[in-house]
C-alpha cells in the first residue's frame, strides 16, 4: 500500500521526463533516496536496491540528461 501510494506521487513528475526511459530510472533513484541510510551518493544508490555495477554510470547520465527537464521538475 505504500509504494503505491509512493508511486502514485512519483508519477507525477512523469511529465518532467521526455522518455519513458528516463522517467523509469528517475523513479529508482528516488526509490533509493527513499529508503537508503548513508550518503555516499550514486553508489548508495546501487548498493541500497542491490544494482549491478554496470548501472552506475547509467544513473550518472540521468543526472546530467537532457530528456529531464529541470525548470519543469524544479517547479513542481
Not at 15 to 23: A, E, G, V
Not at 43 to 50: P, Q
Not at 60 to 71: D, E, G, K
Request: proline residues 3%.
Amino acid at each position: 500500500m505504500l509504494w503505491s501510494q509512493w508511486f502514485a506521487t512519483v508519477w507525477q513528475l512523469r511529465s518532467c521526463c521526455s522518455r519513458s526511459t528516463t522517467f523509469l530510472w528517475m523513479c529508482v533513484v528516488l526509490m533509493a533516496l527513499s529508503v537508503r541510510s548513508d550518503l555516499a551518493g550514486v553508489t548508495s544508490i546501487i548498493r541500497v536496491l542491490r544494482l549491478s555495477e554496470k548501472h552506475y554510470y547509467a544513473l550518472l547520465r540521468l543526472f546530467h540528461s537532457p530528456a529531464v527537464n529541470m525548470p519543469s521538475l524544479t517547479a513542481m
